[in-house]
């Protein structure tokens, strides 16, 4: 049992089922260590089992003693969670060896429970919801809103008014700007006959959703359905390239491939159809505790895809100054295959 400490919110919070914003985790064979100052640590000591809180005005002096103690001459960090600042201290005038595995928390999270499925799939369904009410709001009261407004309007109908935590910023973009992959809203207003692709999730108990869906605006009937018929040929041409690109993935994506081989099905479709050079991220992504998580299904990636792996399959085109089309769903591997969450 590897001896390791940690300093990120939700791998602190997978350990412990709780984390807060100021917090040094150290795990220490049998011993668990919470160290925090006093505005979390009677919520801490509530939350946490099996795992000794402390409350310290100087987290990294805290941590060090807890070392020095326990005459703890290996410790495993990943470099990515620490500032250099914070680092440098916790390694000054300590006998300890900081020995470095990057990711090591993602890598232990790849496998999802099959309870962290349930919350994952809450989330989705959560998210699912915040979709349609927002397409509610769309048909009814979109006509002339800008970007910058259904931004804000992502955020209170994906969050239920606030009953919600979001997975991350939503993206809301129209026409040209739905070219750029993470566009900032802007004062372009919506009207009928555009396309919008919007890209939103929530948090349930922590667990992320995350969906991207590109829309015909018809304020007579508009939806955020995968079939969408778009008066604009090109807008159609590109839509049914995207859509054949991810359902064929979902379709033939298996357990035991290699990441890579996941991207390629989807990145084929678009490259034979002569957009290939304008697929400019990866396939997909984990999703769990945090909304970028492992495995990464990109053209290098050799890991195997295992069941109770959780990740987004999400191909797109974005044709500069004219438009781009993404469409996105977190899938699950079970038995073997992929199951839209």
Excluded: W
């Amino acid at each position: 049992m590897k001896n390791f400490i940690l300093k990120n919110e939700n791998a602190i919070y997978y350990e412990t089922n709780f984390s807060c914003d100021n917090v040094i985790f150290l795990s220490l064979g049998s011993e668990k260590f919470f160290i925090t100052d006093a505005r979390y640590t009677l919520e801490a000591k509530e939350c946490i089992k099996d795992c000794e809180v402390i409350e310290s005005s100087d987290l990294v002096a805290s941590a060090k003693e807890i070392l020095n103690k326990n005459n703890i001459k290996e410790l495993v960090f990943d470099p990515n969670d620490f500032s250099y600042a914070t680092y440098s201290n916790l390694v000054k005038d300590i006998k300890t060896i900081f020995k470095e595995e990057p990711n090591f928390s993602k890598i232990k999270r790849l496998i999802k429970s099959d309870d962290e499925i349930k919350l994952l799939k809450k989330a989705s369904v959560l998210g699912r919801l915040g979709f349609e009410n927002f397409a509610k709001y769309i048909k009814k009261y979109g006509l002339k809103k800008s970007e910058e407004f259904l931004y804000f309007k992502a955020f209170e109908n994906m969050s239920q008014s606030g009953k919600l935590n979001i997975s991350f910023e939503p993206i809301v973009a129209i026409n040209e700007n739905a070219a750029k992959p993470h566009a900032l809203p802007t004062l372009k207003k919506l009207r009928q006959g555009d396309l919008l692709l919007i890209d939103a999730g929530v948090k349930y108990q922590r667990y992320c959703s995350d969906r991207t869906c590109t829309s015909y605006v018809n304020f007579d009937n508009f939806n955020f359905e995968r079939e969408q018929k778009f008066k604009n040929k090109k807008h159609q041409k590109i839509y049914d390239i995207v859509y054949k690109s991810q359902t064929t993935a979902i379709k033939k994506a298996r357990s035991g491939m290699q990441a890579k081989e996941i991207d390629k099905i989807a990145r084929d479709i678009i490259t034979k159809a002569g957009y290939g050079n304008f697929f400019v991220h990866s396939t997909g992504h984990g999703v769990g505790l945090d909304i970028h998580e492992f495995p990464n299904i990109n053209t290098k990636n050799d890991l195997i895809i295992e069941d109770n792996m959780v990740f987004t399959i999400e191909p797109g085109v974005y044709l500069p100054n004219e438009f781009g089309v993404r469409i996105e769903d977190t899938i699950v591997m079970k038995n073997g295959r992929a199951i839209i969450l």
